[in-house]
């Protein structure tokens, strides 16, 4: 397997003023899923995509590669698939590089190890998967609501009065920790649920994306003891 892992980080952060570099405990935030790359014996090559110079410049001093894309392919409606293909034909037309998967890894998820990283490339060899996506558990109780405020259940159980215990396990994606896909499957799919799909279970206290002020500021608390926070919750097991 040759892994690229593949950071995506534009320059017009609107929710988070300079979200990818701000400073997060420390450090820059996109540091953080850096280093986890890096420090992956499965990852091959980490590269930052982005739009700005600063951030390009700040990828590079935190031990990555840096590729400037396009502005077409960094604002708020643009999908990041553009930004994924753009950079996978940069490194194919210029370098003749062409890996044999792709690690999306979004800045946003800090808590990401690269225990995390390794855990989910194992996962995918072990079920012979074309991608995995890394998702956390979630309530059961989910509802949505139409413009009339009338509301309907998405779990036909919970209608019933039926107990937790019993009903069927639910999940969401936990933000952006991991997405790890085949490239031949990514190109022919456009997508990170492409071919068999396989899920990577994250611990719902882990599972922080930095899309609010807020979110930056519980990330940080949860952080700082996050060693401490894993001894405690292990004395209930």
């Not at 405020?149 to 209608?159: M, S």
Request: proline letters at 5%; a negative charge.
């Amino acid at each position: 397997m040759e892994i690229l892992a593949l950071i995506p980080a534009r320059g017009g952060s609107k929710g988070i003023s300079n979200k990818n570099i701000r400073p997060f405990c420390g450090k820059p935030l996109i540091a953080y899923t850096i280093d986890a790359a890096k420090a992956s014996p499965k990852v091959g090559r980490v590269v930052v995509s982005t739009d700005s110079e600063e951030i390009a410049a700040t990828g590079r001093e935190c031990g990555a590669e840096s590729f400037m894309r396009p502005a077409a392919t960094a604002t708020d409606t643009a999908p990041v698939m553009d930004a994924v293909l753009y950079t996978l034909d940069k490194l194919r037309d210029t370098e003749g590089y062409e890996p044999t998967h792709v690690l999306l890894l979004q800045t946003t998820s800090p808590l990401r190890e690269t225990s995390d990283i390794d855990n989910a490339v194992e996962l995918l060899q072990k079920r012979d998967a074309d991608s995995v996506i890394s998702m956390c558990r979630t309530e059961q109780g989910l509802f949505t609501k139409n413009s009339e405020d009338a509301i309907e259940t998405l779990h036909d159980g919970y209608k019933t009065g039926s107990n937790r215990q019993t009903l069927t396990p639910t999940y969401k994606l936990d933000g952006c920790m991991i997405y790890l896909i085949k490239t031949d499957v990514l190109r022919t799919t456009r997508s990170f649920l492409g071919g068999k799909a396989v899920g990577y279970e994250i611990e719902r206290w882990r599972a922080v994306d930095l899309d609010e002020p807020q979110d930056f500021v519980l990330a940080e608390l949860i952080y700082q003891p996050r060693a401490a926070l894993k001894e405690r919750i292990k004395i209930f097991y």
